[in-house]
């Protein structure tokens, strides 16, 4: 996906979702570097998930990317990062059977 900044191409991000029975991994990579000024179009080309369903994010960026793309899935049931070393650790829900901090196997 391109994101447009001030009229031009300056950047690419993929998104890679895998909709699993419980979750969708929604795996990205960046190409070149990303800046906040950037943030608006990665919101605009971000997938669509099942909001009844946890989101786990995944791929290499900056915090604040992170952090965005937390509060565009902010909606879905629950929100995870992945961390190789333990597998997705849940960062904000709304389930009363998933809470924070708990570990999801990916």
């Known amino acids: 996906m391109k994101i447009a900044d001030s009229g031009k191409e300056v ?3 993929k998104f890679f979702p895998d909709e699993r029975e419980q ?3 929604v795996r990205f990579e960046l190409e070149g570097s990303l800046t906040p000024q950037e943030l608006e179009g990665v919101v605009k ?3 669509e998930v099942n909001p009844q369903k946890g989101v786990i994010l995944s791929g290499r960026g900056p915090v604040w ?3 965005t793309l937390v ?3 902010h ?3 629950w929100v995870g990062c ?3 070393r333990l597998g997705g650790v849940v960062v904000e829900s709304h389930s ?3 809470k924070v901090g708990d570990v999801v196997k990916v």
Do not use: I
Request: aromatic fraction near 16%.
């Open 82 to 84: 992945f961390d190789p």
């Open 23 to 25: 979750f969708t991994l």
């Open 11 to 13: 950047r690419k991000m």
């Open 96 to 98: 009363p059977t998933v």
């Open 71 to 73: 509060h565009h899935y």
């Open 65 to 67: 990317l992170f952090a």
């Open 75 to 77: 909606p879905t049931t």
């Open 45 to 47: 080309s971000a997938p």
